[in-house]
């Protein structure tokens, strides 16, 4: 059981990872001078000013 | 020599030597070994009968081996000096071989009477050492003594193929190699006799009917007798094996010889010698479906550096497989099979080689040292006794383990295989057995799945990435342009500059990189991703700060004059840039240079999920590089551990 768990879990982020290759996510904190700070994956805007 | 009718000389029936190898007849009236020579016939005197085993073998049995014929026409009964008999079986072949079939707990061994080499001579049996190959046998295969002993012929029946003397003994030694090459030299004849063969099945020479793993398991044989020391009721489940037996009701060790019971020794048994966990009388059920009965139960231990450690072995007993063992060593579990020593290839020495190769596969060394039998219950094929000392020696590749347990007349190899508490709970259709602790030596280490098809994800991540390159596209410039900023009115007051419009598709990570004059000062940069129709925005700081100098240590820098910052994908559209900056020389303008790039190759998201895929992985190799720690604390040759 926590074989197929873990299995599943390892796919899901290699799956996340995939998605975010294609769709262009990145991590939040990954511009190193980035506002946010905690890492995080976001899309679209977060609200402006 | 041909047929030969004459009257036995001690009873005057008639007798007929039908083959013409027969040296011996025994005489069926009187049983008396007649023996024929050119004198005439010779009485050796009597034999006793055949003690009825649990033999498929009847003289008379016709089967084929290597294409020519044969029959059984004699049998003989022999004793080992320490106990237990055997039967030897002439087979008398049509084309004039005389083949010499040994059956000895349910194994058969064909062989040939082999010449010796002119000149060669073989070791004597005091010089022949077990364990070593005997290189003057002219074998193709090379053939190791695995034992050495004293026979004594007990009874016979038939024609014999050589002067059978009743009662009297001879020294042989067994040889074996790999193959199932078998081969016994006899010292009762000077010079020794060689006889050359292999380890046979009954199918293998055409007696399939009998063959032991088809033919029908016979219902085990009970016979119930009485303790010569208290009078209570006991019984054997092996009678034609048994040559120990203890008594229920008062611990007497007995000798059985051919069903006589003799009185020992009585057993005192410590709390820990009574512990067994499974009773005798058990039936269990194992691999194939295979019954065994617990008819055996013997207390062993092994004194390391002052400390004595106790196992438990229970000896299995079934009519069709004859004798395998159980072993319950600090609540673990090993189902122990006999292995034919020629199969185990030592690497160095066969005494205490530090590792032994079976099937191609290498066991370590883990334990050399004396197993001493401590106490005794049930029934045994062999003549045990308490305080039975022999050099063991295990080799573990988990889930086996190969034993050696060695005297100076005999060698045995054995093979255990590792078994849960669950499997034997089903095996006895018991439950609640005590929980084992520690590590076996030969336990399996079950979370190997953990960093073998653990690292799956991995490597999918690893093709993912590899092929998402090119997929996703290579990197693009969607903006480059220099503005420059006004002076600012005061410190603290912000000037802003835009860029021109340009267009951002989506689907595709921006970075946004700014460059700035900056010398030994800094400047703040607040950028603002405009889209141009929804008028939403996306924000992100860009602070530059450059410095530069030396001190005792030589020249230095710090910071660097173009910074970036990298944004996800943002809906498709045209966008422009506002830039907010303050700077430390505000009184002067400052030049930026802004650059927005779609598309960009990073390794932060591999990274992150490479390193989040990693964690199992690793815990994995920790709790297999613990286990193994484990199982080899115990060991005398824990110097290994490291390299499992």
New interface residues.
């Given amino acids: 059981m926590l ?1 197929k768990l ?2 599943i879990f ?2 899901g ?2 799956l ?3 998605a ?9 904190n ?6 946010i700070g905690v ?1 995080f ?9 | 020599m041909s047929v030969l009718q004459a009257n036995c000389p001690s009873c005057a029936a008639p007798v007929e030597f039908k083959a013409g190898s027969t040296i011996v007849l025994v005489c069926p009236f009187c049983r008396s070994a007649i023996a024929r020579s050119d004198r005439g016939l010779q009485d050796l005197g009597k034999v006793a009968e055949i003690v009825e085993s649990q033999s498929s073998l009847k003289l008379g049995l016709k089967g084929e081996f290597k294409g020519a014929r044969f029959e059984l026409t004699g049998r003989a009964q022999l004793r080992h000096e320490l106990g237990g008999s055997w039967d030897e079986w002439y087979a008398t072949f049509s084309n004039g071989w005389v083949g010499w079939l040994a059956e000895a707990q349910g194994n058969f061994y064909l062989t040939f009477y082999q010449p010796m080499p002119e000149g060669v001579s073989l070791p004597s049996f005091d010089k022949l050492q077990v364990g070593q190959i005997v290189p003057e046998i002219p074998s193709t295969i090379p053939l190791m003594v695995v034992e050495k002993g004293i026979a004594t012929a007990v009874a016979a029946a038939g024609e014999i193929p050589y002067q059978l003397t009743p009662n009297e003994q001879s020294s042989y030694a067994d040889l074996s190699g790999s193959d199932s090459a078998f081969g016994t030299i006899d010292y009762s004849l000077d010079p020794p006799w060689v006889f050359i063969g292999q380890q046979v099945s009954l199918a293998d020479i055409g007696l399939a009917n009998a063959r032991p793993a088809e033919r029908e398991a016979r219902r085990v044989s009970t016979a119930a007798m009485g303790c010569p020391n208290c009078g209570g009721p006991l019984s054997l489940t092996a009678p034609d094996k048994a040559e120990r037996v203890t008594c229920p009701n008062c611990d007497s060790l007995l000798d059985v010889n051919q069903g006589n019971l003799t009185y020992l020794k009585t057993l005192t048994p410590t709390e820990a010698d009574k512990s067994f966990v499974l009773a005798i009388g058990a039936e269990g059920t194992f691999k194939d479906d295979v019954k065994f009965k617990i008819i055996g139960a013997v207390v062993r231990s092994v004194t390391i550096d002052g400390e004595t450690y106790y196992w438990h072995e229970y000896l299995l007993y079934n009519p069709t497989i004859f004798f395998r063992w159980l072993v319950h060593s600090d609540n673990h579990w090993n189902f122990v099979e006999p292995l034919n020593p020629a199969d185990v290839a030592a690497d160095a020495n066969i005494l205490g080689a530090r590792s032994a190769t079976h099937n191609g596969k290498k066991f370590k060394i883990f334990q050399d040292a004396p197993a001493v039998v401590q106490y005794v219950k049930g029934e045994f094929y062999w003549r045990v006794e308490q305080g039975e000392t022999v050099r063991a020696v295990d080799y573990v590749a988990a889930p086996l383990m190969l034993s050696q347990e060695s005297t100076e007349k005999e060698i045995n190899w054995s093979i255990g295989n590792y078994m849960t508490n669950a499997e034997i709970e089903k095996a006895f259709g018991i439950t609640d057995l005590p929980k084992p602790w520690s590590v076996a030596p030969n336990q399996p280490f079950t979370g190997g ?2 960093y073998t ?2 690292l ?3 490597f ?2 690893l093709v ?2 590899v092929f ?1 390159i090119p ?2 596209g290579l990197t693009n410039t969607v903006l480059s342009q220099e503005v420059s900023l006004p002076p600012m009115t005061n410190a603290t007051t912000a000037q802003i500059a835009f860029s021109q419009p340009f267009e951002i598709k ?6 946004i990189s700014a460059s700035a004059p900056v010398s030994n000062s800094f400047a703040e940069l607040d950028v ?1 991703l ?2 141009n129709q929804s ?9 530059i700060e450059y410095y530069f100098g030396s001190d005792s240590d030589g020249s230095w820098t710090e910071g660097a004059k173009e ?9 498709a559209g045209k966008y422009t840039l506002r830039v907010e900056g303050t700077w430390q020389d505000w009184q002067t303008p400052m030049p930026l240079s802004l650059k927005v790039e ?2 960009v190759n ?1 390794g ?3 990274l ?2 490479f390193l ?2 990693l964690i ?1 992985p690793v815990l994995g190799l920790f709790r297999k590089i613990s286990f193994e720690s484990r199982r080899w604390k115990d060991s005398m040759f824990n110097t290994s551990s490291s390299e499992e």
Wanted: hydrophobic share 45%; aromatic share 12%; with cysteine.
């Fill in positions: 074989k873990y299995l390892g796919i982020v290699m996340t990872y995939g975010a290759a294609w769709f262009g996510w990145e991590l939040a990954s511009g190193k001078n980035s506002r890492p994956i976001y899309t679209g805007f977060r609200g402006g000013k | 799945f953990y098809w653990g799956l994800p991995l999918l991540l993912v990435a998402m997929i996703a989506g689907n595709r990570n921006i970075r603002d405009v889209n008028q939403e925005v996306e924000s992100v700081t860009i602070p910074q970036d910052a990298t944004l996800s994908s943002l809906p779609q598309n990073r932060v998201n591999f992150c999920a989040v895929l199992v």
